[in-house]
């Protein structure tokens, strides 16, 4: 009998650790394994609104002043949406944003800044993806016109803008370190991953660096790196997956670094009849990627509302223009999606939902809109 107490005894305490634990831990984790788990605890829960600077009238100072936003391709839906977002914000506080349309052709945002001078606007928005790395004769002259040069939602925190331009940055550097936790938490610390970025992206730089810091403190995982460029990406993604799914039978992590890459990430680890063993973590929160989640075809997605973002973005460069301090961190959260919370992101799931709406009442109290 004292034999049967004691059996029931253990049960009991490890059905209770194991919920405590949650999203299905094991219960005797390794110390990597529990660190990352600690890691990815403060992106689990429904973000809250933190203003990132002091309240001011956004009406009254951004009367008369006016944005060009120069988006890295209007064919990109994920930028397509940030600059529609923005341009409902911008109607709402009363000054002019126009979207420069283009299809991410650099002679095309050449068109857009001498739009721009010619036009007097008061600042240019390099918008996701626009670099100014390859602008500079123009970031040159439109600030001799007196016009403010923003690169938005491009870089990390840590990455530095060429002379004459400011930025509105994204902790993509910590996204990168949460994709690489996931995988070492659900291994038990010992993640063999492919990891697939597109060095084309600066913000890849930032995310890379997050996913090697990382790795780095797991002794027994490993990663490997691969590079598909934007024209390549529906071409190569596909067959590097295939490729390594081949040569090492031991993967058991795929993290392509935007979710976009699993229109053909996912297909290839599908045909190569490795599902059930090779799991993905991936970072953008695009609607298609949450509803692979829920089919079960992505394992983690950690997902940035698009419509928060454009009130960050609006607020750090209002805060430019009105001779306010400007903030280094615009505090745009990040929240991981999976199979737990996926659905709050609607059936099928749409842009910016499953987030709250915090920011919503909280930028017309920053902003003083009410």
Not at 91 to 103: C, V, Y
Not at 139 to 144: L, S, T, Y
Not at 194 to 215: A, K, P, Q, R, Y
Not at 235 to 246: F, M
Request: glycine share 8%.
């Amino acid at each position: 009998m004292r034999i049967l107490k004691l059996f029931f005894k253990y049960v009991t305490a490890t059905i209770v650790a194991t919920q405590i634990t949650g999203f299905g831990a094991a219960l005797a984790e390794s110390p990597e394994a529990t660190r990352a788990n600690q890691q990815l605890a403060a992106y689990r829960e429904l973000p809250t609104f933190e203003a990132p600077g002091e309240a001011f009238d956004a009406a009254a100072c951004m009367k008369g002043k006016s944005i060009l936003s120069i988006p890295a391709s209007s064919g990109v839906p994920f930028v397509k949406t940030i600059g529609d977002s923005m341009s409902k914000v911008a109607k709402t506080i009363g000054f002019d944003l126009k979207i420069w349309e283009n299809q991410g052709q650099p002679t095309q945002w050449v068109q857009g800044f001498d739009y721009a001078i010619n036009n007097k606007y008061d600042m240019i928005d390099l918008l996701a993806g626009a670099d100014p790395r390859f602008l500079a004769p123009q970031v040159k002259a439109a600030n001799a016109a007196g016009i403010k040069v923003v690169a938005s939602h491009l870089t990390g925190f840590e990455q530095i803008l060429p002379e004459g331009v400011s930025g509105v940055p994204i902790d993509y550097k910590r996204a990168g370190a949460l994709l690489a936790d996931w995988a070492i938490w659900k291994t038990d610390g010992k993640a063999n991953a492919l990891v697939i970025g597109i060095n084309d992206v600066l913000s890849t730089e930032s995310m890379m660096s997050g996913i090697e810091e990382e790795f780095s403190k797991c002794p027994n995982c490993n990663f490997v790196y691969k590079n598909v460029s934007i024209p390549d990406l529906a071409t190569r993604t596909g067959s590097i997956v295939q490729g390594a799914l081949a040569a090492d039978p031991t993967l058991n992590y795929i993290i392509p670094i935007y979710d976009v890459m699993n229109l053909w990430v996912v297909p290839a680890i599908t045909i190569a009849g490795r599902s059930d063993q090779v799991k993905v973590a991936t970072f953008n929160g695009t609607p298609f990627a949450l509803k692979m989640i829920q089919d079960g075809k992505i394992e983690m997605d950690v997902g940035e509302n698009l419509d928060w973002i454009a009130h960050g973005i609006i607020d750090s460069e209002m805060r430019m223009l009105c001779d306010l301090p400007e903030v280094s961190d615009a505090k745009i959260p990040l929240l991981i999606f999976d199979q737990n919370n996926a659905d709050t992101a609607g059936n099928p799931p749409e842009v910016s939902t499953g987030y709250g709406d915090a920011y919503i009442d909280g930028y017309r109290k920053l902003w003083k809109l009410k």
